[in-house]
């Protein structure tokens, strides 16, 4: 089975001022004919939120979820960058795609439904920073030899000639037997490793999830509370004015408040006047 390293390297020749990357490089331990995927965290240092989009040459050979979002104010944003099956290695290990990510500061309380191509648009005077990732294939590191067959038992410990000119002996079927275990270990770890990142990707989709509710729910809230604080011929005015989305059949503005307004006046009076 042939497997390489995919890495994602921000350019050195940008410099992001909206949003910053964790890490700076991310890494593919890919398998050939089967999906894998990585992530990388966009954080928001500043006070303000920030809105970004996520392109690729490649969009076919990758996916990326989200492609845009909103990052709120210190906080951050999980991006999995998904790459399909490779049905082989590519020529020489040598990559051309690329990313580019841009990021624009967005009104308070702005969520990923805000999110406009207009937004992005560095013609309209809009401050858009950009920065480029560019991929990278590492090629695996060799396998060892194959181990030397041992000599029969009884047999005399002797050196022989290898068909390169080199001796094999004893001690070096013995370091050739614990170079493939150490092989063997590390195919084991990068197998947990890939586990425990798929888990940490679902868990920070999930607290991604529960951000955006908790924006939306505490947004509601705010809504509800200044709704309350309004008088009861402020509501009742604007529930009149705003019935079925338009103003109510029959009656013109300036009469619907006149009329409630005196409602609620004269509701108010003392009984031993009215």
Same mark, same amino acid.
Request: aromatic fraction near 6%.
């Given at each position: 089975?042939? $497997?390489?390293?995919?890495? *994602?390297?921000?350019? %050195? $020749?940008?410099?992001?001022?909206? *949003?910053?990357?964790? %890490?700076?490089?991310?890494?593919?331990?890919?398998?050939? =004919?089967?999906?894998?995927?990585?992530?990388?965290? *966009?954080?928001?240092?500043?006070?303000?939120?920030?809105?970004?989009?996520? +392109?690729?040459?490649?969009?076919? +050979?990758?996916? @990326?979820? %989200?492609?845009? #979002? @909103?990052? *709120?104010?210190?906080? $951050?944003?999980?991006?999995?960058?998904?790459?399909?099956?490779?049905? &082989?290695?590519?020529?020489?290990?040598?990559?051309?795609? =690329?990313?580019?990510?841009?990021?624009v500061v967005a009104r308070p309380g702005a969520t990923p439904k805000d999110i406009n191509p207009e937004m992005f648009n560095k013609e309209a005077g809009n401050h858009v920073e950009e920065f480029k990732l560019r991929v990278v294939y590492v090629s695996p590191p060799k396998p060892p030899s194959p181990v030397p067959e041992e000599s029969e038992e009884g047999a005399s410990? =002797?050196?022989?000639?290898? &068909?390169? #000119?080199?001796?094999?002996? %004893? &001690?070096?079927?013995?370091?050739?037997?614990?170079?493939?275990?150490?092989?063997?270990?590390?195919?084991?770890?990068r197998a947990i490793f890939l586990k425990l990142t798929e888990e940490k990707n679902r868990i920070l989709q999930q607290n991604d999830k529960l951000r955006q509710e908790l924006v939306r729910t505490s947004e509601a809230w705010t809504y509800k509370k200044q709704w309350r604080s309004k008088s009861p011929v402020y509501r009742a005015c604007w529930l009149d004015w705003h019935s079925d989305g338009g103003v109510v059949l029959g009656s013109s503005f300036a009469a619907t408040v006149l009329t409630t307004s005196w409602k609620y006046l004269w509701s108010s009076m003392p009984k031993s006047i009215t």
């Open positions: 089975m042939i $497997t390489f390293h995919h890495e *994602l390297h921000l350019s %050195p $020749t940008s410099s992001p001022h909206h *949003l910053f990357f964790l %890490p700076s490089a991310i890494t593919f331990l890919v398998e050939l =004919r089967k999906q894998i995927s990585s992530s990388f965290q *966009l954080l928001n240092k500043t006070d303000k939120h920030v809105a970004f989009k996520v +392109k690729t040459t490649n969009p076919k +050979k990758y996916s @990326v979820r %989200p492609n845009n #979002g @909103v990052v *709120l104010p210190r906080s $951050t944003c999980n991006v999995i960058v998904t790459m399909q099956a490779q049905k &082989e290695a590519p020529p020489d290990m040598q990559c051309k795609d =690329r990313f580019l990510v841009q990021s410990p =002797r050196a022989s000639e290898s &068909e390169n #000119g080199h001796f094999n002996t %004893p &001690e070096l079927a013995t370091v050739s037997r614990e170079h493939v275990e150490v092989q063997d270990n590390n195919t084991e770890a």
